[in-house]
């Protein structure tokens, strides 16, 4: 069965600090992984994903098929960041997301 | 902008009530999703389409329905309202193609007394 495992319910930091916000997953087969962010009074919006490697808003998330996990990084955080992170699993070839529970990230000034 | 609309954005009903949320998309997409969002939960699917005369139950399907009225339109109703069911709906589309991410609509606030 697939399963997204997002730890933390709330990560509190101050601006400037490092993020990291956990996410492992279960899969038997080649997954996709997605986070997605939710920021307050808007809809969920994609931030990242494993397959484009790419960085958004500073922001970066490395797939360790290893450890199973997707953690999303980001060196030094932004007030703007606090929000609603949820970290997404999609099988290969199809189109249904299975979603964690969600981290809420808090940068304080 | 193409974008996914969702009406209404908030409603408040009564247990035993039966409830429709509409959502409308104009991103030519074929494929799309209704989700419900709780605290502590995350989001879980509740019923998905992949075109107009595809219906596939979600993880969450018991006590909703939905209706694919056209390429553009996924209904979501629920025939009895309960207060659990109270929860934030979210509509959402994909196109057909694997690297297809997922656009959500902005969400229906229910509230069932």
């Known amino acids: 069965a697939q399963r997204v495992t997002q730890p933390e319910k709330l990560l509190s930091v101050f601006k400037g600090a490092p993020v990291e916000l956990k996410c492992n997953y279960s899969y038997s087969g080649s997954p996709e992984l997605f986070w997605y962010v939710q920021y307050s009074r808007q809809r969920l919006q994609l931030l990242l994903r494993?397959?484009s490697r790419e960085s958004i808003k500073g922001f970066t998330a490395d797939l360790n098929k290893g450890e199973t996990s997707f953690h999303l990084k980001k060196p030094f955080a932004q007030e703007e960041d606090s929000a609603m992170y949820y970290c997404?699993?999609?099988?290969?070839?199809?189109?249904?997301?299975?979603f964690g529970t969600g981290t809420r990230l808090l940068v304080s000034p | 902008d193409a974008d996914v609309t969702q009406t209404p954005r908030n409603r408040i009903t009564k247990t035993g009530k039966r409830i429709m949320l509409e959502c409308s998309q104009t991103k030519g997409h074929d494929r799309m999703y209704w989700y419900r969002q709780d605290p502590g939960l995350g989001l879980q699917l509740i019923y998905y389409s992949f075109d107009v005369k595809d219906i596939n139950k979600g993880e969450i399907s018991d006590g909703y329905s939905v209706s694919r009225q056209a390429q553009a339109k996924f209904s979501l109703s629920l025939e009895s309202a309960i207060p659990n069911q109270t929860a934030l709906y979210f509509c959402a589309t994909s196109g057909q193609g694997a690297g297809d991410t997922q656009y959500f609509g902005p969400g229906t606030r229910l509230t069932v007394l």
């Open positions: 494993h397959i």
């Open positions: 997404a699993l999609r099988n290969t070839g199809f189109q249904k997301l299975v």
